[in-house]
């Protein structure tokens, strides 16, 4: 019997701290392990016995990288247990700040993080004197992003400016002039992004997964939509917990979220695309198809063009805010608590990231529950990598490697976020 | 007349002997002087490289990791030698004056000249205020920055 073992003890370029363990005996991988050792966070525990209202800025410290996410999540979940639904220009203004956080968070993992894979670099340091365009291209488009999270949160790390109901401060017509030439140029250097990435070669892989997003009736789904899925999965996000489910595996601090009965399932961009393309502009369904996409995309390497057209998007979707923007009346609406429960699910740049309260009458948290998108996408990373390695073992370890993290990076996961994730150890037998 | 001159004051105020590059930025400018202005930020970073760009020489004013010796003040000037080890983030997506950097080196958006102050700490704890011997090397700092000042303006 021949053994062969791939360790890649901290893996680099994601956010977190995990390792991935391969087992090879006899030509096959007999178990890829994800095994995420990022401590444990205990933001559900802690929440308990805070207000209501704490709820967006306690969880937004969950990630430096997505806190909006957090906080949109936190608020919806909130308004949702008190029976609300905060319409019109405030709507408007929560779905700009998200497209500020898509802008960085895709520009950064991109360039920064992504785009060395594909090139043979080892990071996006060592890329940038080669590939300086792009590299300073992306980080002006992520500054962009940044400028937006500054005005309209008040600052670009843990925003302060989002509270249940609202905003704290409302945002002036002035204010968003300079935001909006520099979001006209990023679009711009995102289309320059979107045609580089597009050259790339990707590894010809394939799977079968069952893509689930949020679906809106009539938008790209950022903040709102029922929970849909590629094999036939149509609830309200309300329903969550009665299809979706989430397991501790001994490997790791980070629990593992399956559909009951199917088990994994994946979230994210290439999610959202496929089940959403009918909802992107045609102009961006143009710009799909010249980046060389179809209206399915199954190729997890090919996120990465995916993430560069949401770019665009995010681009234009902000532009489209800011240019109809007028400042509502009230900066958020009056709230008064009262005991309920209340769930909501909004699409983080990484996918949908699910929140579940249960507050008493008098507005303190009884019970929360919070589902990350990187918890959702550990069991299908694990597949990917099992049938990835079971292509290349041709490979030498060295390559293997390399080819198993971008395998992993694919998916842009967040480790702190899920620990609630990367050292690379493969065993060949 | 434009500055051409920027000081950076880097660190968290929150966090003991980390807050010492913005408060000497702090007291800097108390006395604002022409061609020389005078920034906080929270961290290193590639903002960094907003920040600085246009200007002729840039002074980061940074709190380092204690080897030994609380309050004694390095300067690195990066056009005559290269920037110790230790200098990299442990972060992922937040990166460090080194990557900051590496960065600008690669980009060629490396002012003409950088010089780095970094004071060893001693303690970075939540909350906490700078430590003795840290606070007690402040004068001397900033003595050292006004002469680097004037040799500059």
Redesign the interface.
Known sequence: MTTRTINVDYIARIEGESALNLQIKNGQVTSAQLRIFEAPRLFEALLRGRDYTEAPDITARICGICPVAYQMSAVHAMESALGIKVTGQLRELRRLLYCGEWIESHALHIVMLHAPDFLGFPDGIQMAAAHADMVTGGLAIKKAGNHLLRLLGGREIHPVNVKVGGFYRLPTIREFAPVAEELKTARDLAVKLLHWVATFTFPDFQRDYEFVALRHDSEYPINEGRIVSSRGLNIAVADFDTQFEERHVSHSTSLQAVIKQRGSYLVGPMARYNLNFDRLPAEIQTLAHAAGLGATCRNPFQSIIIRALELVYACDEALRIIAAYEPPEQAAVPLTPHAGIGHAATEAPRGILYHRYEIAADGSILHANIVPPTSQNQLCIEEDLCDVANASLALPDEGLRDLLEQTIRNYDPCISCSCHFLKLSVQRE | MNPHVLVIGLGNPDRGDDALGREAARRLAENPQPGIKIIQR?GGG??L??DWNGYNTVLLLDAAAPCGQPGHIHRINLSEQKLPPGFSSNS???LGIA?AV??AT???RLPPQLIIYAVEGKSFDFGAPLTPKVAAAMPELLSRLHEELAQHS
């Open positions: 929270d590639l903002g490289l907003d992922t997506h937040g990557e590496q960065m690669a980009l060629g």
